[in-house]
Nanobody, 126 residues
Framework: VQLAESGGGLVQAGGSLRLSCTIS????????IGWFRQAPGKEREGVSC????????LYGDSVKGRFTITRDNNRRTVYLQMNNLRPEDTAVYYC????????????????????WGQGTQVTVSS
């Protein structure tokens, strides 16, 4: 599948952004879609993921209670609503797909994902 992120930008601390991941290619109901982020000099970090079939979700500890992942299968889009943003949320955000519905914490690790988008920059100013 092909994935394309959008919605990044510059926001002040405490503000909100909504990222979108539009998916094309195969039917998406059999996929896990994950959001990851990578700040300069740091490893890629799992932010959240969603099972496109049953909507089960996982969140990384650093974003729990602030970020919400949702999906619209008709629009073939996964959203990441980010609230109460902090400067440490600054990173390039990527979405990725995994053709595996065996839901588990491994879906917050980037290595299990097959296809990736190009990323969108999120910058949070203090």
């Amino acid at each position: 599948v092909q994935l394309a992120e959008s919605g990044g930008g510059l926001v002040q601390a405490g503000g909100s952004l909504r990222l979108s991941c539009t998916i094309s290619g195969r039917t998406i109901n059999d996929y896990m879609i994950g959001w990851f982020r990578q700040a300069p000099g740091k490893e890629r970090e799992g932010v959240s993921c969603i099972n496109m079939n049953d909507r089960r979700t996982l969140y990384g500890d650093s974003v729990k209670g602030r970020f919400t992942i949702t999906r619209d299968n008709n629009r073939r889009t996964v959203y990441l609503q980010m609230n109460n943003l902090r400067p440490e949320d600054t990173a390039v955000y990527y979405c990725a797909s995994d053709f595996d519905l065996a839901f588990g914490p491994h879906h917050l690790t980037p290595v299990v994902y097959e296809d990736w988008g190009q990323g969108t920059q999120v910058t949070v100013s203090s």
